[in-house]
């Protein structure tokens, strides 16, 4: 079974980046859409950022902020994020549907990594 492999997370100051990455765990999958998710204790899990093909979308919350971009020879999507604010953390999570051999698999969800900013 595939799953999703995050890595990129931590603590960061207001104001600093990260760059987190999403990959499949089995290279047999490749990577068709991309979700990043976000979630905060308490709160509704919320739509960050979505790659489709070359087309990309952000929250409002993070338009010129976030950029998502998928590396094919990689088989990796990231989360460049820049000028962080403490409202950003959250964990951070990656969502996508696959392909194998023609075949889609959609839904598949990664384990989650902590973004904290904070001074």
């Known amino acids: 079974q595939v799953q999703l492999i995050e890595s990129g997370g931590g603590l960061v100051q207001p104001g600093g980046s990260l760059r987190p990455s999403c990959t499949p765990s089995?290279?047999?999958?490749?990577?068709?859409?991309m979700n990043w998710y976000r979630q905060v204790p308490g709160k509704q899990r919320e739509l960050v950022a979505h790659i489709i093909g070359g087309s990309t979308n952000y929250a409002d919350s993070v338009k010129g902020r976030f950029t998502i971009s998928k590396d094919d020879a990689n088989n990796t999507v990231y989360l460049e994020m820049n000028s962080l604010k403490s409202e950003d953390t959250a964990v951070y999570y990656c969502?996508?549907?696959?392909?194998?051999?023609?075949?889609?698999?959609?839904?598949?969800w990664g384990q989650g990594t902590q973004v904290t900013v904070s001074s």
């Open positions: 089995r290279s047999i999958y490749t990577i068709n859409t």
């Open positions: 969502n996508a549907d696959l392909n194998l051999a023609g075949m889609t698999i959609r839904g598949v």
